[in-house]
């Protein structure tokens, strides 16, 4: 079968163990799906990563853009669910652990799947049919902010945080800004550039991206 993984944060400069084909870079395609994805959860790290978004819920409105695939050596779309799942939560629970099913059906999105109300699902198929694909998995985590969950904090929210930031926090979060890749040109990351400094590190996709 052939099943594509959606990209537009970490994967990309950090799959770790996402079986990407071909296993050297360049691994992944620019021309992916349109979305609205915006630096909106934040993380116990200290990093405000990319997650899918209302574009209504961003304050400025967040944009459409196109992010980026690549290839899976997975046989069927059920290995390619469980392998994102595993990248992204690094967990050692069992496949039959109903903790694990309930978080990886929440958490990580497939298609096709009967029934899927998934945000933006409709584009996503329509885009893979379109590059006649067999499936494709992607990161379906909310938006997060203050502990809520869903939250999406404002762009002077997040100015304003990034700024209370230290030590290792602010490194994380800075190293995260600066090493999404060049195309993921959101309206948070247009002003954090602007008003912070951190610009994008294109050496840290460059290999990466085909």
């Not at 163990?17 to 915006?38: A, C, I, M, N, Y």
Request: proline share 8%.
């Amino acid at each position: 079968m052939n099943i594509a993984c959606l990209g537009w944060g970490s994967l990309i400069w950090c799959p770790q163990s996402l079986p990407l084909k071909p296993h050297r870079p360049p691994r992944w395609f620019t021309d992916g799906p349109e979305l609205p994805v915006e630096f909106a959860r934040q993380s116990e790290d200290g990093r405000l990563t990319l997650v899918i978004v209302r574009p209504e819920a961003a304050e400025p409105r967040a944009v459409l853009l196109p992010v980026l695939w690549a290839n899976l050596t997975c046989p069927d779309i059920e290995e390619a669910h469980e392998a994102l799942a595993r990248r992204e939560r690094k967990s050692q629970l069992p496949r039959t652990s109903q903790k694990w099913v309930k978080w990886k059906d929440e958490k990580i999105a497939y298609w096709p799947k009967l029934g899927s109300s998934y945000p933006h699902a409709l584009q996503i198929a329509a885009w893979a049919n379109g590059k006649k694909l067999d499936g494709v998995v992607w990161t379906n985590l909310l938006a997060k902010y203050e502990g809520e969950d869903g939250r999406v904090p404002s762009l002077t929210e997040v100015l304003n945080y990034l700024k209370t930031l230290c030590g290792s926090n602010l490194s994380e979060a800075k190293k995260y800004v600066r090493n999404a890749p060049p195309q993921i040109r959101t309206n948070y990351r247009a002003a954090i550039e602007s008003e912070l400094g951190w610009t994008c590190d294109l050496s840290a996709t460059q290999d990466e991206i085909c």
